[in-house]
């Protein structure tokens, strides 16, 4: 049997966390190994992944940053460590982690993605597009992050008030996705302040035939309707 130390704890914390799923047993394998090692910057980076996996952000972000202490050279934890204060919703802390990332790695289409979301979440649309526009400029169409990457430039455009620019990337995303309910509710917003309510329940409609049960789809449909009723104009899609 081998001898007992941090390097033998980090390998049965990755076996249990990664082969087992025992999620609660790799965080304490993992902190067995900073029993004996404090400063082993692979077993904080390794319990913070866990606590993201059981959804423990604050502590996921402490460890991140004890890895990042003791490991400063290992740039893949400032996209690690921007993910979870984007989560947190630290968007500003986010950006300065994910632009620190982006020096080393300018072309990684995630962080691009991510970083262009805090911007836009932040109000900053123009700034948020421009991240968007690259990543989108980087990536294969077949990619898994495409349809969202189409839905972030549809909620640019949105909010900057070009609904048609918005419904044809909302589209996009919807013909590269058509499983998800996220662009045709998005596509019905953007007709619905345009004052297409006719057009605008129709997606909306076929959001809910996918999720049936989602608020904001039914929300947006009661609204819809009550246009109806107030006197709203519907409008032909041209």
Request: charged content about 30%; hydrophobic content about 40%; overall charge negative.
């Amino acid at each position: 049997m081998p001898a007992e130390g941090a390097h033998y704890y980090i390998e049965k914390g990755i076996e249990t966390w990664l082969d087992h799923k025992n999620y609660f047993e790799a965080i304490d394998l993992f902190s067995r190994a900073l029993d004996f090692e404090p400063h082993n910057p692979d077993a904080h980076l390794l319990r913070g992944a866990v606590y993201v996996d059981v959804g423990d952000l604050h502590l996921a972000l402490k460890d991140y940053n004890k890895a990042l202490e003791y490991s400063p050279e290992n740039i893949g934890l400032f996209f690690d460590k921007g993910t979870v204060l984007f989560y947190l919703g630290e968007y500003n802390e986010a950006i300065r982690s994910y632009e620190q990332f982006l020096k080393e790695e300018p072309t990684d289409v995630d962080a691009l993605y991510f970083n262009g979301l805090a911007y836009h979440f932040l109000g900053k649309n123009e700034t948020a597009q421009k991240f968007i526009d690259n990543a989108l400029d980087l990536i294969d169409r077949s990619d898994d992050l495409y349809p969202d990457l189409c839905n972030a430039k549809g909620e640019i455009l949105f909010d900057l008030k070009d609904y048609q620019g918005a419904i044809d990337y909302f589209n996009k995303a919807a013909e590269s996705d058509p499983t998800s309910f996220i662009a045709l509710y998005n596509i019905g917003r953007a007709l619905y302040e345009m004052g297409k309510l006719k057009e605008a329940l129709e997606y909306i409609d076929d959001a809910l035939k996918i999720e049936p049960k989602e608020w904001d789809l039914l929300n947006y449909k009661g609204l819809i309707l009550d246009g109806y009723g107030s006197g709203g104009r519907i409008y032909s899609m041209l």
